[in-house]
């Protein structure tokens, strides 16, 4: 028995032989088979990942086939556990919410395993005997795999591409279990991302385009290395510069081809590879590579699948550079009528999925002279070359988001006093085409003329007031250019604005808002970027803000402002049980609540900014001095970099006097809007003057739960006084300051100073 226990072992676990074909590795996980001599008996099998812990009580489990030469997976029958607890309250509330419990403890009947890490030394450690996998287990596990996969042959599961293409163990573990009460959940530990610590449930594919969604997701409890600041993935290979050259040539039927070249520089923070992971459009193929020496770049891409994976010659050490060169083509850019569509968040070039993806541009485009084009950085070198108009366009500060646009555009160049330059690109052709054709339709379009003008006028105003607000931006000319969707976008020094914004101003300020919200990110998105998904709200949220704040002013007045924060009120009430946290970002989107991220982000993020705004508002002369002051310093304190929410939190205190984690706590990581009971009544005080004496019943939220609620007493003739009251327990009474004379009314919440539903009951 114990020389046939080593045989097994010997079969499935043989000695390391790397393939150097990407299809290798992927269809012997497709295939995964039976071994003989590869079953064994467990008994109290533990694996603990972190929070994660499966424990395999009693059954039998079977090695399955070697994938490139190792042995990666296996497959469990009998009777184990999965537990997990969150650590954070936020990741306790996801898992609540999407699996009933804050925190998983359940029987399992099956485990399949997929590893790189140290559960291949567990498993050498047990007695294996002859016996095949059951026909319905084997099954299991091919249903699995194939849940895995993409659309096209050599899609699948990038975490899982990456640890079977590594040449050395790294830490990976994934476990799909089902079980004996509920439907089947799968756990994993990916090294490779920040949030290392994972678990799925399943999902819509035609919902979600996948059949994996999040349930909960957090970092170990030591993080690893390279995590710190991290959007996604650990910073193990850093990709500090692209040299492109775009060519975008008409085609027969007036469409416009796309090819590429891209000289992507990298730099290993630690032992990589030797396959390094990228994402690439779907629509767009790789021609082929070569690295510095000339020597050829073999890679792999599926068929409309995003994700590229290059072979490097070797497996790079910690601090190895490197220099690569990719040829792509693709149908990048449709055409409809007059309308060119240029997804502004496509990965049209290979974006690091090793790693942080910040890095400096130098791009060549190769158009037609008759389309004016736009794109990131300073643009430097033109010429013309018969119809080809080639243009250079040049960063000088490392960036994550690079686009650019083309189209049927006639250009406005405008200067306006005490602002920087800017070029209004709009066609002009394209909404005449519209208004014909919804005329010919019966329809009639609003449309206002000379709009190039009235857009520049408007993003110049609000350039210079966020300059007064937080200082000037990092870019001094900016390129404002239309696209046909109904969203914008922000980058660098160039600003894409939705084709409806240039067929009027709207009267009920929205306009106004939609431009200020995408210019305040050239501070709060490309100035201060967000560090992690968690803290997106920092930039779609402050940005938010930012274009009411600048409404009100151009306004002079607060209809407009308030206006648009009571509509956000009931989107974020409708959105936050389905969604979740702030604190989640895009976790809050999701088939059932697809305005989940909108509500959450954007409309809550304003909400938590207003918030501060009127909790560090000066009662006696009603300016926002120290918000302002607090806005302008974190701008200064990490422009040009990345911001945590609790770097934020840091800045808030600093500008406050006391510490805000409550705060934080309550908007950003929590969900719950509290209910106020109020009755009020006035009493003489012994020295002869008045006070307002109240009766708080604070409802729908947790028993610590905290709030400065601003009230303003009606004196009579014009004369108001103005007073907090911290708001905590389930029922207190307060009192306010000595007031000259009994109040004849009061408002309670005054200016909205908390997300709250206030209901007035008699004293």
């Known amino acids: 028995m114990f020389l046939h226990s080593l045989l097994a072992l010997a079969a499935a676990f043989p000695a390391d032989t790397t393939s150097t074909r990407y299809l290798d590795y992927y269809r012997g996980i497709m295939s995964l088979a039976s071994l003989p001599q590869s079953a064994a008996d467990v008994k109290q099998l533990v694996l603990k990942r972190d929070a994660g812990v499966i424990t395999l009580n009693q059954g039998t489990i079977y090695l399955l086939s070697p994938v490139g030469g190792r042995t990666v997976a296996a497959v469990f029958r009998g009777a184990g556990r999965l537990t997990l607890t969150p650590p954070e309250a936020p990741e306790r509330d996801a898992l609540h919410r999407l699996l009933g419990g804050n925190a998983v403890d359940d029987s399992i009947t099956e485990a399949i395993l997929i590893f ?53 163990p790294n830490g990976f573990l994934m476990v799909h279990v089902r079980r004996a009460n509920g439907s089947p959940l799968l756990f994993q530990y990916d090294p490779d991302v920040v949030h290392a610590v994972q678990l799925f449930k399943p999902a819509s594919k035609m919902h979600w385009g996948a059949n994996w969604s999040v349930v909960t997701e957090f970092a170990p409890a030591q993080p690893l290395a390279g995590s710190a600041g991290m959007w996604e993935f650990r910073q193990r290979v850093a990709v500090p510069s692209y040299k492109l050259e775009v060519w975008l040539k008409t085609t027969g039927i007036a469409d416009l081809s796309f090819a590429a070249s891209a000289i992507a520089s990298f730099r290993a923070h630690e032992a990589s590879g030797p396959w390094m992971h990228f994402a690439l459009h779907r629509k767009l193929v790789v021609d082929s590579g070569r690295w510095s020496d000339g020597t050829a770049v073999p890679t792999f891409k599926a068929k409309n699948d995003d994700d590229l994976w290059v072979r490097a010659p070797h497996r790079l050490a910690a601090g190895d550079s490197a220099f690569v060169t990719l040829y792509y083509h693709g149908d990048l850019i449709d055409r409809y009528a007059n309308w060119f569509f240029i997804d502004p968040g496509a990965a049209w070039y290979p974006k690091n999925q090793q790693g942080g993806d910040a890095a400096l541009f130098d791009v060549t485009f190769h158009s037609p002279a008759w389309y004016p084009i736009a794109s990131i950085g300073e643009r430097g070198d033109s010429s013309l070359d018969g119809k080809v108009m080639t243009t250079r366009w040049v960063t000088k500060r490392p960036t994550p988001f690079a686009t650019f646009n083309l189209g049927l555009f006639t250009t406005y160049h405008a200067q306006y006093e005490g602002a920087p330059p800017l070029d209004v690109m709009m066609s002009e052709e394209a909404h005449r085409a519209l208004r014909n054709a919804m005329m010919d339709a019966g329809y009639m379009m609003l449309a206002q003329s000379h709009m190039q003008e009235a857009v520049a006028a408007d993003i110049s105003n609000s350039l210079k007031w966020f300059t007064h607000a937080f200082g000037p931006p990092l870019y001094d000319h900016f390129y404002i250019t239309e696209i046909p969707y109904y969203e914008g976008v922000s980058f660098p020094g160039m600003i894409d604005l939705s084709w409806v914004t240039f067929q009027n101003t709207s009267l009920d300020g929205f306009d106004e808002f939609f431009r200020a919200h995408e210019v305040s990110h050239q501070w709060w998105g490309n100035g201060v970027r967000p560090a992690t998904y968690r803290d997106t709200w920092l930039a779609e949220g402050v940005a938010s803000f ?29 959105n936050r049980d389905g ?32 918030m501060l705004r009127i909790l560090m508002l000066d009662l006696n002369t009603g300016k926002d001095d120290r918000f302002s002051a607090m806005m302008h310093d974190f701008h200064d304190s990490f422009s040009g970099r990345s911001a945590t929410t609790d770097d934020f939190r840091g800045i808030v205190e600093k500008h406050v006097g006391v510490p805000m984690d409550w705060f934080f706590n309550e908007w950003v990581k929590g969900t719950a809007i509290p209910t106020y009971h109020v009755a009020w009544t006035s009493e003489a005080t012994p020295d002869g003057k ?30 108001f006084a103005n007073f907090r009251i911290k708001v905590t327990g389930a029922q207190t009474e307060y009192a306010s300051p000595v007031l ?11 200016l909205h100073s908390v997300l709250a539903d206030v209901k007035m009951e008699r004293w």
């Open 116 to 168: 790189d890490d140290s559960t291949a030394t567990q498993l050498r450690g047990l007695s294996f005997h002859g016996g095949d996998v059951p026909d319905d287990l084997l099954g299991h596990v091919h249903d699995f795999v194939q849940s895995l996969r993409g659309e096209n042959d050599g899609a699948f599961m990038p975490s899982v591409m990456a640890s079977l293409l590594s040449e050395s």
């Open 546 to 574: 930012c274009g009411l704040w600048y409404l009100q002013s151009i306004r002079k007045g607060n209809k407009e402002y308030f206006k648009f924060l009571d509509a956000y009120v009931q989107n974020i009430k409708d």
């Open 579 to 610: 969604g979740g946290a702030t604190w989640l970002g895009y976790r809050d989107a999701s088939p059932e609540r697809p305005y989940g991220y909108q509500a959450m982000i954007y409309e809550k993020g304003a909400w938590i900014m207003h």
């Open 690 to 719: 008045q006070r307002a004496r109240f009766r708080i019943t604070q409802e729908n939220v947790p028993p610590d739960f905290q709030a400065y609620v601003l009230v303003s007493a009606d004196l009579g003739q014009n004369r």
């Open 740 to 750: 000259p004379i009994a109040p004849q009314a009061v408002t309670f919440n005054e």
